[in-house]
């Protein structure tokens, strides 16, 4: 960019916005920012600590505490796009989910934040949690010195505060709208606002004389629509995403190209190119890829089909993956649960599909392994699946002229004399990587082709986006539990999955419980992705439910706890959805519109 056009514009702003002191010193856009962050962090540290003093003194209304609350939130959101990009692990303290979490290293992380708070003042305030909401704020209070020291201290780059301001966008439109951090009291429509305002302030530090694309337009018109629609069930989110959002990722984007900032890339989920949440490029399928050396090349897929449908990895001969996995039935079995290899009983769970599976940091409905190439390498050798041994078959594979003459081409190493077992699993993994399939019609829909949907479908998006609440947990643009915008993590749910679809007792899988040992954790599954679950009837780990029907009816009534299933950690609300027959009937519409195009055999 060019400096003067920068320098003035960082002028007006500072003259606008910062504190008269600082209108005397030319700042760089990244200075002006990191002050601005400070006095952010400073004003939602001054809110925490006048609601700290209001519920240590006693007398103030619950309605003024609650509005106090509120406050500080929108304090919060107003420097969020910062304190998430640049300080995720305090952020995780501050804003974090209001249930347990587990680290990769079994460390268990307590809840924390505005989140809990809000729990201890929605619907009202019972005076004997103060202690507790006073013990979390003072953990507010020492996020925001974090925040401060690292404001003060880090160089913030460009490039950076456009790939955090495009991510907060994406934020808005994945968990803001949908109520995520604000269940009790969904005021996401006005908090969203709040931080598409200040993204506005960040991004004119950058903005050329000609306003390219109307950028800071296009912010007013979307933080408008947001106050003008604050009732939760009502708001259009088909509506915001498409008409308001799309376009300032893609200005954003724009500008950003125009000021041709030095950009430097990482391997992650979604594309930092990507000027909308769903362009055909906006998902690298590489991101969960051991290291640089495993990434998909055509020869290693090519290798991996076959392999996938060969039944020379079982312990037997007769089985393949694709005996579980059918390519006609979305890589599911259209069975409840299949049978473990060589036996009349069946396996403990049901079939999940692969596409889109390589689009997880974990896998398996208890997320127990990592990688694809770790869960290719587990199920061959599990008794149950193929039962067989990856180092018998290296072997055999060597010994086959046709395999023997794809691996050298697939992994083409200076006298290679056998094959590695991690070039099976790499060669599987990557078939797995390129069944990843972004062009369904709600896709097309997104990019811009009206047609692609129709009327029922569009309403059960918004509902399953707002009043339904599907999209908590199953999050856009995934529709699985792999959390946005980062996408490092899938989570894990306690929803309450029966026995049977006519008795009301859980099912006896543990679930996340027998890897993590954590209690908050017993029958917590991973969230699967609903993307082509018109195709992969039955549902659930244990094939439970036969139709989309029945499962909406399951969420309706509140899961297991609201069938009367005692449990104490039910992580999905046990109230009623109340959702008239329409509305379950467009849900299910909905999801029939997630159907990926897939070629033909
Ligand atoms: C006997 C049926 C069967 C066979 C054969 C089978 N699978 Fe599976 N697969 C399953 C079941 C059941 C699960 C879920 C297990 C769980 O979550 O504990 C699963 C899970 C997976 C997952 C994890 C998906 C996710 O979203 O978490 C992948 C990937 C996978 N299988 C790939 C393969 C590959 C590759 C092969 C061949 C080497 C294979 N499977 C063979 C039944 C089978
Ligand atoms: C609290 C988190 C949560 C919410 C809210 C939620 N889900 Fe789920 N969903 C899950 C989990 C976890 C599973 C897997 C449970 C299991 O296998 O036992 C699941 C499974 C599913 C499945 C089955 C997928 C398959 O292939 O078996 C569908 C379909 C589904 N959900 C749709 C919905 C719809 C529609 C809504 C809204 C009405 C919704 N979900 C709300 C967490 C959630």
């Known amino acids: ?86 300080d995720p692990a305090t952020s995780r303290l501050v804003n974090g989910p209001p249930v347990q979490e587990v680290e990769a290293s079994g460390q268990v992380l307590e809840p924390a934040g505005l989140q809990v708070i809000e729990s201890h003042l929605f619907p009202t305030y019972d005076s004997a949690k103060k202690k507790e909401l006073i013990g979390q704020l003072s953990i507010l209070k020492a996020g925001c010195e974090k925040y401060k020291t690292h404001f003060a201290n880090i160089d913030i780059f460009d490039w950076q505060v456009f790939d955090a301001a495009k991510l907060e966008v994406f934020r808005i439109m994945t968990l803001g709208i949908v109520g995520f951090d604000n269940p009790l009291t969904l005021k996401s429509t006005q908090e969203s606002a709040a931080s598409l305002e200040s993204l506005k302030i960040v991004l ?14 296009k912010l007013d018109a979307a933080a408008k629509y947001l106050s003008d629609h604050p009732d939760f069930n009502a708001f259009d989110r ?21 000021l041709q900032i030095h950009v430097i890339r990482y391997n992650r989920l979604l594309n930092q190119d990507a000027k909308t949440l769903f362009d055909t490029n906006a998902i690298n399928v590489n991101a969960y890829a051991p290291d ?15 392999l996938f449908s060969d039944p020379i990895l079982s312990g037997n001969g007769k089985r393949s993956c694709q005996s579980c996995h059918q390519p006609e039935k979305a890589f599911t079995d259209g069975l409840a649960k299949n049978n473990i290899i060589d036996k009349n009983e069946l396996l403990p769970r049901n079939t999940p599909t692969l596409i889109n599976a390589a689009l997880q940091p974990s896998l398996f409905y208890d997320l127990r392994v990592n990688s694809l190439e770790e869960q290719s390498h587990t199920v061959v050798q599990s008794q149950n699946e193929m039962h067989g041994s990856l180092v018998l078959s290296v072997k ?14 697939a992994f083409p190493y200076e006298d290679k004399n056998a094959i590695d077992t991690f070039e099976v699993m790499n060669a ?120 989309l029907n029945e499962v909406v009816d399951f969420y309706n009534k509140g ?42 055999e």
């Open 238 to 258: 088909m509506d915001f995403i498409t008409a308001y959002c799309n376009p300032i990722t893609a200005g954003i984007t724009d500008l950003e190209n125009k």
């Open 396 to 409: 055999k594979l060597w010994l086959d002229k046709k395999y023997r003459q794809m691996f050298v081409t």
């Open 1 to 86: 960019m060019q400096k003067s056009t920068c320098i003035s514009i960082v002028l007006i702003v500072v003259v606008a916005f910062m504190v008269p002191s600082c209108s005397q010193k030319k700042l760089t856009p990244e200075k002006t920012i990191a002050k601005t962050l400070l006095a952010q962090t400073d004003s939602f540290a001054t809110i925490c600590d006048q609601l700290a003093a209001a519920i240590e003194n006693g007398s103030t209304s619950i309605e003024q505490l609650q509005n106090i609350f509120l406050q500080a939130r929108l304090a919060y959101k107003k420097f969020e796009w910062a304190a998430e990009y640049f």
């Open 428 to 547: 599987i993994g990557s078939y797995i990587r390129s069944l990843v399939y972004f062009n369904s019609r709600f896709d097309e829909y997104m990019r811009g082709a009206k047609t692609a949907m129709n009327g029922d479908e569009i309403n059960g998006f918004n509902l399953f986006m707002g009043k339904a609440k599907c999209a908590t947990c199953h999050y856009l643009p995934l529709f699985n539990g792999t959390f946005p915008p980062r996408f490092v993590k899938i989570e894990s749910e306690v929803i309450g999955v029966p026995v049977s679809a006519t008795v009301n007792r859980i099912d006896p899988d543990q679930g996340r419980f027998d890897i993590v040992h954590v209690e908050s954790f017993r029958h917590a599954f991973k969230t699967p992705t609903v993307r082509n679950a018109e195709r992969t009837a039955p549902y659930m780990h244990n094939g439970v439910f036969a139709t």
């Open 204 to 217: 004119a530090y950058y903005n050329d004389s000609d306003n390219t694309g109307g950028l800071a337009e």
């Open 292 to 306: 640089h050396s495993s990434f998909i090349t055509n020869e290693k897929i090519i290798l991996g089909k076959a």
């Open 559 to 600: 899961g297991g706890a609201g069938l009367g299933i005692k449990l104490d950690d039910q992580t999905l609300p046990a109230d009623s959805l109340r959702l008239t027959a329409k509305e379950q009937h467009d849900i299910v519409a909905f999801i029939g519109s997630l159907n990926s195009k897939l070629p033909a």
